[in-house]
């Protein structure tokens, strides 16, 4: 069974900046999506930010021109930059891909990002 982990998050200054990874512990074919998503306590979990295998990415309004989502070529795995950094981005951050063979979606554990005021 493949699984996700997500790395980079921790605690970090209104303003500033994090870049979260995510690496798999075996090999995932055919990713035909590759996503972020984060839950802050008491919401619901949102999508922050995807990739689909064509390129095209989308992202939560809350965070257009602060985040931006790429692909590590080597590893078929997405990084989530974050820049200006707002409290209200503070959450628990999960890696998220999806197969097209049969639409299994997999995800990590999450990784805390905590931003101070």
């Known amino acids: 069974q493949v699984q996700l982990v997500e790395s980079g998050g921790g605690l970090v200054q209104a303003g500033g900046s994090l870049r979260l990874s995510c690496a798999a512990s075996?090999?995932?074919?055919?990713?035909?999506?590759m996503g972020w998503y984060r839950q802050a306590p008491g919401k619901q979990r949102e999508l922050v930010a995807g990739l689909t295998k064509s390129g095209t990415s989308n992202y939560a309004d809350s965070v257009k021109g602060r985040f931006t989502i790429f692909r590590d070529n080597t590893k078929n795995m997405p990084y989530l930059q974050m820049n200006s950094l707002k409290p209200e981005d503070t959450a628990v951050y999960y890696c998220?891909?999806?197969?097209?063979?049969?639409?299994?979606?997999?995800w990590g554990q999450g990784t805390q990002v905590t931003v101070s005021s």
């Open positions: 075996g090999s995932i074919f055919n990713i035909i999506f």
């Open positions: 998220h891909v999806k197969r097209g063979s049969d639409g299994l979606g997999y």
